[in-house]
């Protein structure tokens, strides 16, 4: 069974850089499938942020585009998201997901969602 | 970009109650669309992928229709474990999209 669990700080300072990890078991980052993550905010919903291959194809929501990286470590089967410069409007709870083997697809395993917080 | 419109916001339903729930994309997807369950405080889970092909092990009172623009979610027979918001997701173009969601509530 795939699993996936994020981990990070739940608080963030404004204008710092939020970073989560993403650890996945049961499946290989390797074998395939592109590996994203998506906000969740009470007030503008869920919000994907971006997708990444293992070979390093990437696809990112534009109007996060300046500011996000998601990379991938292969060896420890963990890719990663950094937001820089976040301000109140990027507290949200994030989930990392998997999506399909297209760079545009949906997502069948979720992690359980971690909320971050910016506030000084 | 393409919006993702779901109607209703609520919906208040019974137990055994058909229900439907419709997605409205701005623009045609093909059928490059999927639905999604959420429980407060849980993440979203997959139901429906391709308009229509249910994920494995979800019951059969899930089901999934349309293509182009508009959409339909439809729950055969309402059951307690079905109360919760669903949500369309649109994977046609680059920019991954999601309805605002539509919340089964009991009545």
């Known amino acids: 069974q795939v699993q996936l669990q994020e981990s990070g700080p739940g608080l963030v300072k404004p204008s710092e850089t939020l970073s989560l990890t993403c650890g996945v078991s049961?499946?290989?980052?390797?074998?395939?499938?592109?590996w994203g993550w998506i906000r969740q905010t009470p007030g503008k919903g869920l919000e994907w942020i971006g997708n990444?291959?293992?070979?390093?194809?990437?696809y990112y929501n534009p109007s996060l585009k300046s500011r996000v990286t998601i990379f991938i470590d292969t060896s420890s089967n963990h890719f990663y998201l950094e937001l820089s410069s976040v301000t109140a409007a990027d507290t949200a709870v994030y989930y990392c997901a998997r999506g399909d083997h297209y760079g545009y697809s949906y997502f069948d395993f979720w992690s359980q969602g971690t909320l971050v917080t910016v506030s000084s | 970009d393409i919006q993702m419109t779901q109607s209703p916001s609520t919906l208040s339903a019974s137990i055994g109650d058909r229900v439907t729930i419709t997605c409205r994309a701005s623009?045609?997807?093909?059928?490059?669309l999927a639905w999604y369950q959420q429980k407060p405080g849980k993440a979203p889970k997959l139901l429906i992928y391709?308009?229509?092909s249910s994920e494995s092990g979800v019951p059969s009172r899930f089901s999934g229709s349309g293509s182009g623009t508009e959409f339909t979610l439809t729950i055969s027979s309402l059951q307690p474990d079905d109360f919760a918001t669903y949500y369309c997701?649109?994977?046609?173009?680059?920019?991954?999209?999601f309805g605002g969601g539509t919340k089964v509530e009991i009545k």
């Open positions: 391709s308009a229509s």
């Open positions: 997701q649109q994977y046609s173009s680059s920019l991954l999209t």
């Open positions: 990444m291959y293992h070979s390093g194809t990437a």
């Open positions: 623009q045609s997807i093909n059928t490059w």
């Open positions: 049961g499946y290989s980052i390797t074998s395939g499938y592109y």
